[in-house]
């Protein structure tokens, strides 16, 4: 299994998941054109591609959506709320959607992707694990807060995508008005730096092989910040990357 960020942030998210034959999207936050060109800087050809599964209806997750259909034939998986909440097809545009219910697990191809239902603000919001029987990739983004069964699922994983989003001290003294940064660091926000390192610190498991922190904030977080809070907290042996805001990743191999 392999898996490409191609792109992280409140500017637009995407990760690429490949397995055998099957070649997934996550979200569809980027245009379809600079998918891609990531893509193909890999190697790969987004034409190939058989699905795009859809976390939540906030624009930076669903905004092209309609274009990854339309212009490349890809079905979209999504929440019959997240698609309403997106405006449906008056916003999205003329859209074929195979709807699940969060919480269920999609067989698409060779890989299944398990749905966590997130507290995040979102109408329906999920995050994945995406396993093709033996191997366990969590995509795990937009999560509220540090809910039930989260250490759980991260426990069982050989590489995940977790969200880092904010430094609390960035955040307080930064240019968000007080309503937006009690938004970002409630129960149905974001995780911060060190809420994503003591959760890995306290559930990551023995297969786990890679982090990658994801969905930084731009005006709350830094990279080198992120790293060096995780790095203070996670064990040393785990290799630690962050997704950029503005190209694509390497290719991380499970």
Excluded at 31 to 57: F, T, Y
Excluded at 68 to 73: G, L, M, P, S, Y
Excluded at 100 to 128: K, R
Excluded at 164 to 186: A, F, V
């Amino acid at each position: 299994m392999i898996a490409i960020s191609l792109q992280s942030g409140s500017n637009g998210n995407c990760i690429y998941v490949e397995c055998g034959q099957t070649k997934l999207l996550f979200d569809a936050g980027i245009s379809g054109l600079m998918a891609e060109r990531r893509l193909e800087q890999h190697g790969r050809l987004i034409r190939q591609v058989q699905a795009v599964v859809i976390s939540h209806d906030h624009s930076d997750h669903i905004r092209c959506a309609g274009v990854f259909n339309r212009k490349f034939r890809l079905p979209v998986h999504a929440t019959e709320p997240t698609i309403e909440a997106a405006g449906g097809r008056d916003r999205l545009g003329k859209i074929e959607v195979q709807h699940f219910q969060a919480g269920q697990t999609l067989d698409l191809g060779d890989l299944a992707v398990e749905t966590l239902p997130t507290p995040h603000d979102a109408a329906d919001g999920v995050a994945f694990v995406v396993t093709d029987g033996s191997r366990r990739l969590g995509i795990l983004t937009d999560l509220g807060h540090v809910f039930a069964g989260l250490g759980d699922a991260i426990s069982t994983l050989d590489g995940v995508f977790i969200e880092s989003n904010y430094d609390p001290e960035m955040l307080r003294n930064g240019p968000y008005p007080w309503h937006l940064q009690q938004r970002i660091r409630g129960d149905h926000g974001h995780l911060s730096n060190a809420e994503a390192a003591h959760l890995l610190h306290d559930a990551a498991g023995p297969h786990l092989k890679w982090v990658v922190l994801s969905h930084l904030s731009e005006q709350n977080n830094h990279p080198l910040l992120a790293l060096e809070t995780n790095r203070e907290i996670v064990s040393a042996h785990l290799p630690l990357h962050v997704a950029s805001r503005y190209e694509a990743s390497e290719i991380f191999t499970l």
